[in-house]
């Protein structure tokens, strides 16, 4: 799918999943911005995909400061000609019983996974709709947009919460020709879930292999994991559909974990 010279905004973009957004958007035409907390590995991403630094760049990000997300993206529309499409898709993950976790650690994921959604795509709009050629707007959420896990109070708030936003952007954004959408992928083997083995492990009483086996692939159709590429490919798809007949949607690619 051709994506000849949109311009992305991909957060969370210096590994994982944004990474491989961004590689994705790239190689399919697009001009990538590889927005992160971690500047410099920012910039190594951009530099592998462009070292000319005409069609990739850094910029670095905390979604949930507002001045650096005004900044951010303010800089990277003046050097690539506006923003097309954003993919909000910078998180972490904190494993706690409810009864056990801190308060602090409810606000921080909340405030990233939500007000960083909330604050890029206030800033992305604002470019969008002033430039009159539409847009898309991608969240990704998760299987945990659709369902719940023991252990991931504020993960599973925050992803059913980006459901409820992508709903109303697209009802928003309509009339200016930008669609909202939300990925909710399984398990994606990435540091973020391989962080979660162990301490699942411990929490729950069993072993890592169990974890796998047991409990993040035990209802695919398959014992697969998602893979980046399968998260990726859904973002290219979904960022290029050309009308608003796709729009306020939430696709889940989960290897068939959860069916709607």
């Given at each position: 799918m051709s994506m000849q010279d949109k311009v992305a905004v991909v957060t969370g973009a210096a590994s994982g999943i944004g990474k491989q957004i961004a590689t994705v958007f790239f190689r399919n035409g697009a001009k990538v911005?590889?927005?992160?907390?971690?500047?410099?590995s920012a910039q190594a991403v951009a530099s592998e995909l462009d070292p000319s630094g005409a069609r990739a760049i850094a910029v670095a990000m905390d979604v949930t400061n507002e001045e650096q997300v005004e900044a951010g993206i303010a800089a990277a529309a003046d050097?690539?000609?506006?923003?097309?499409?954003?993919?909000?898709?910078?998180?972490?993950?904190?494993?706690?019983?409810?009864?056990?976790?801190?308060f602090a650690d409810w606000k921080k994921m909340l405030a990233i996974h939500l007000d960083g959604?909330?604050?890029?795509?206030?800033?992305?709009?604002?470019?969008?709709?002033?430039?009159?050629?539409?847009g898309s707007i991608?969240?990704?959420?998760?299987?945990?947009?659709?369902?719940?896990?023991?252990?991931?109070?504020p993960y599973v708030t925050a992803k059913h919460g980006l459901i409820g936003l992508a709903k109303t952007v697209?009802?928003?954004?309509?009339?200016?020709?930008?669609?909202?959408?939300?990925?909710?992928?399984?398990f994606v083997r990435t540091p973020l879930v391989e962080k979660q083995i162990p301490e699942q492990a411990s929490e729950l009483g069993i072993?890592?292999?169990?974890?796998v086996k047991k409990v993040m692939l035990k209802e695919t159709v398959d014992g697969e994991f998602t893979t980046v590429d399968d998260v990726a490919q859904t973002a290219l798809f979904l960022a290029?559909?050309?009308?608003?007949?796709l729009t306020g949607q939430s696709i889940v690619v989960s290897h068939g974990w959860f069916m709607q």
């Open positions: 911005v590889i927005a992160d907390l971690n500047l410099e050097k690539l000609g506006g923003i097309d499409i954003l993919v909000s898709n910078a998180g972490i993950q904190i494993v706690a019983p409810v009864e056990q976790l801190a959604a909330f604050l890029t795509t206030r800033a992305c709009l604002q470019r969008m709709y002033a430039q009159k050629r539409g991608l969240y990704m959420g998760s299987v945990h947009s659709k369902e719940a896990s023991v252990l991931k109070s697209a009802k928003e954004g309509a009339a200016h020709g930008v669609r909202a959408n939300v990925i909710c992928p399984g072993s890592e292999e169990d974890v290029n559909f050309p009308t608003n007949a």
